[in-house]
């Protein structure tokens, strides 16, 4: 599949200065906006944020390849556990991150690359794939917060102390956390009502923002390469 390789054809593909200009820039801006989304946290797991660093990665999935977009989350994560001294999350929240952008970037690139061959444009393939990687990372990530993922932050944050299962945090939860208004998933005496009601709202409209502020910069990019490749010729 063409994204596993190097992209040759996009507007870095054949300057090797500016490839590596518009990948440090790209770079860059993954942190500024991880750095700004990092005051917009939940109280009761504070590695789910409104973090939107995902955006210039996917970029760089279409500008240049996967291996260079995973380059980026893999810098990203090492930088962001360097500068963090926020206890648990500093390492938790990262790891958590490149797990669910490595499934996002994996599924953009799966469809695209099996739709491109097809006779469907590539305006289409996009939307196309957009809404199937966002459909199984709001899936994704709703489920292993419902099962796991915030029950393992609160045991290491030393909160809760029992076995990380769904049934036993639920029973915590609903002992501990139900009636506190002020955190996040409160007013559900439920923890399963409570996790897909609070978490799968979020991870729709988090993941829903991310593609859709990511479609026109990617059309962009594209509608671009494609004139410059024309011009060439």
Do not use: C
């Amino acid at each position: 599949m063409k994204f596993f390789k190097a992209n040759k054809n996009t507007y870095v593909g054949g300057n090797a200065s500016l490839k590596i200009t518009m990948l440090g820039l790209l770079f860059a801006l993954t942190l500024v906006i991880q750095y700004i989304t990092q005051w917009f946290e939940w109280p009761m797991a504070n590695f789910l944020k409104f973090d939107f660093s995902l955006l210039p990665i996917i970029i760089i999935l279409f500008l240049y390849d996967f291996f260079a977009a995973l380059l980026i989350l893999v810098i990203r994560l090492a930088f962001e556990i360097m500068l963090s001294h926020d206890g648990v999350a500093f390492w938790y929240g990262p790891l958590m991150q490149i797990q669910v952008a490595f499934i996002m970037l994996f599924f953009i690139m799966l469809v695209y690359s099996l739709l491109s061959k097809t006779k469907i444009t590539n305006g289409k393939a996009l939307i196309i794939a957009l809404i199937i990687a966002t459909s199984i990372e709001v899936m994704y990530a709703t489920m292993s917060n419902w099962l796991w993922s915030v029950a393992a932050y609160q045991k290491l944050r030393g909160l809760y102390h029992g076995p990380i299962d769904v049934t036993s945090f639920a029973t915590w939860y609903k002992n501990t956390l139900s009636d506190k208004p002020y955190i996040p998933t409160g007013g559900f005496p439920n923890w399963h009502i409570a996790a897909w009601t609070t978490f799968g709202t979020f991870n729709t409209i988090k993941f829903t923002a991310v593609s859709v502020l990511a479609f026109p910069v990617i059309r962009f990019v594209h509608i671009h390469a494609t004139s410059e490749r024309m011009n060439v010729r």
